[in-house]
């Protein structure tokens, strides 16, 4: 008896070697750039809440009357805590917005994992000073 041939056999289609290949190289770059992206995305409404969070605290503490320098360090730890290392080139300034209020604003830059691509974000944050009077 005559030994069987395998029943199912792979078959090509004529010039359709390393077809995959090829496909995985075009399609390859565009979902790493679209990862990329949506993780950026991410980077910066994490960065924008940080931000805003932080300024809003710092005003808070401004307007109880804490020292300015201690109201912008709060910002800085706050930033540092809460977004880590996603936000660079942090400038946060607290002034006065006349009338007896507090202005704490802060802008950062977002870290780029798209080259080419920058983002800022900035926040602010104005209220009443609290001045504490004698009644009479």
Do not use: C, W
């Amino acid at each position: 008896m005559a030994p069987r041939r395998a029943i199912s056999r792979r078959r090509h289609a004529a010039g359709d070697d390393g077809s995959a290949t090829a496909e995985l190289l075009l399609v390859l770059p565009a979902i790493m750039v679209t990862v990329a992206a949506a993780l950026q995305l991410a980077f910066y409404g994490l960065a924008a809440h940080a931000l805003a969070l932080a300024v809003a605290e710092g005003g808070a503490a401004a307007r109880a009357g804490t020292a300015r320098p201690a109201a912008l360090s709060l910002v800085r730890e706050d930033v540092a805590r809460l977004a880590g290392g996603i936000l660079v080139n942090l400038d946060v300034k607290v002034g006065d917005a006349g009338s007896g209020s507090v202005t704490v604003s802060a802008r950062a830059s977002v870290v780029s994992l798209l080259p080419g691509f920058h983002i800022s974000v900035a926040s602010s944050s104005t209220g009443p000073s609290q001045v504490f009077r004698a009644s009479g």
